[in-house]
Structures are given as structure tokens and as C-alpha cells.
């Protein structure tokens, strides 16, 4: 069963990484981080790692785009229960 998860950009705390991805679970009623945060070198690594948990090549240029006018953005994912076990079972250090 796959679940809607809302994705959150933003600018990433820690060098030499650009960006951050905070995963929140859509209809939870709580806008707070549901993952450990995985953290990423530039647009590149982000598209692939959206494309990889099921994003549309447009979407994610849309969320690109957002990203060069604001230090935030975020995208809607359906995540495949495939893609989140992958996920969860990564440490958050190796994004």
C-alpha cells in the first residue's frame, strides 16, 4: 500500500550538503518530521532521490524551480511501500 508523503526542501545545515528532505505523512493532523532527515549534495542528487521514491520527472522540476526563488519547497509523493523500506532501512548519513 502505497502512502502520500509531503517532502520539505530546504536549505541544508551541514557542509557540503545544499539541501535537506524532511518527510511528513499527508493527513497525520501533525506537520512535524516523520523520518530522520536525509540530507543532499545539489539538484542532481535531489532529483534522482525524488525520482527514486516515485516522483514525476515535472514535479520535480516545478519543485527545482520553486527552489532557485525560495529556500523552501515542498512536493507531494506517493512512496511505494518498496522505496520506504529502502528508506527506512538507510542511516540518514548516507544522504
Do not use: C
Not at 545545515?13 to 493527513?27: D, H, M, N, T, Y
Not at 545539489?42 to 516522483?55: M, P, T
Amino acid at each position: 500500500m502505497n502512502q502520500d508523503w509531503k517532502i520539505r526542501v530546504q536549505p541544508a545545515e551541514r557542509k557540503p550538503f545544499i539541501f535537506k528532505a524532511s518527510f511528513v505523512l499527508r493527513g497525520s493532523g501533525e506537520d512535524e518530521t516523520a523520518l530522520d532527515v536525509r540530507y543532499l549534495y545539489g539538484d542532481g542528487d535531489l532529483a534522482v532521490f525524488l525520482e527514486d521514491l516515485g516522483a514525476r520527472a515535472g514535479e520535480i522540476w516545478n519543485l527545482l524551480e520553486t527552489l532557485q526563488g525560495q529556500k523552501s519547497a515542498e512536493i507531494i509523493v506517493d512512496v511505494t511501500d518498496e522505496a520506504m523500506e529502502v528508506l527506512v532501512r538507510q542511516p540518514p548519513a548516507a544522504h
